[in-house]
């Protein structure tokens, strides 16, 4: 089974502008995560669809925002970029059956300059 | 208000003795805790869970407890090897709560040394 998939691998970005990144599942997975890993902060959660549907969110400001399409793949977009928000961010896919861990992707790694 | 802690962002072991990393947690409302490991520029591997309602679950070498009095968690690695070295992260999670919200600890480095 393919893992995790998540593009792109690197994207450096202005201050201001805009990013999409991607996160394809687990086949089978109804769940998508997605996390924020800086050096300062750690693993942060940012928010979780199922269905299509948000039923999990992070404290991060509106500026930070997702989406779930019918076949489970997940778009995270951040608008109006800050140089804070440079890391990396992760996408995980759980079959969301109880007590079943999150798999994680390898991560887009985002540098706004 | 850090829920999960890992209060040790370092440790050293020597190549076949154990590796023993530290998981503490305040929110009593966790009832799935999970170990994972993560090399640089790559994503958290899953190494191992325990569900509330256990005290114990092994897989191959690496152990966890869970002392729910205590909010205490550990992992063990025995025999520890050199490929073992990475960043090990705790998470926890409600799952009787709905949705898949991982609380992650702020890791710590574990070095195998031969």
């Known amino acids: 089974k393919a893992g995790v998939t998540q593009t792109p691998r690197y994207l450096i970005k202005t201050r201001g502008q805009q990013v999409t990144l991607s996160c394809s599942p687990i086949?089978?997975?109804?769940?998508v995560s997605w996390y924020q890993q800086t050096p300062g902060q750690g693993l942060q959660f940012l928010f979780e669809y199922f269905s299509e549907t948000q039923r999990n969110k992070g404290n991060f400001p509106g500026r930070f925002s997702g989406r779930q399409f019918s076949n489970s793949r997940s778009e995270m977009n951040v608008s109006t970029l800050e140089l804070g928000d440079s890391a990396l961010y992760l996408c995980a896919s759980s079959p969301d059956s109880f007590n079943s861990p999150l798999h994680f992707g390898n991560g887009t790694r985002l540098t706004v300059t | 208000d850090q829920q999960v802690k890992q209060n040790s962002p370092s440790l050293s072991v020597q190549e076949g003795r154990i590796s023993i990393l530290n998981c503490d947690y305040t929110?009593?409302?966790?009832?799935?805790f999970l170990w994972y490991k993560k090399y640089p520029a790559e994503g958290p591997t899953f190494l191992i869970s325990?569900?509330?309602?256990?005290d114990k679950n092994e897989d191959g070498r690496f152990t966890v407890f869970l002392n729910k009095s205590a909010k205490h968690l550990s992992l063990h690695i025995v025999p520890s090897q050199p490929g073992d070295s990475a960043v090990y992260f705790c998470a926890a999670m409600r799952v009787t709560g709905g949705g898949n919200k991982l609380t992650f600890g702020t890791g710590t480095q574990l070095k195998v040394e031969l």
């Open positions: 929110n009593s409302m966790f009832d799935y």
């Open positions: 325990i569900s509330s309602i256990k």
């Open positions: 086949s089978g997975h109804r769940s």
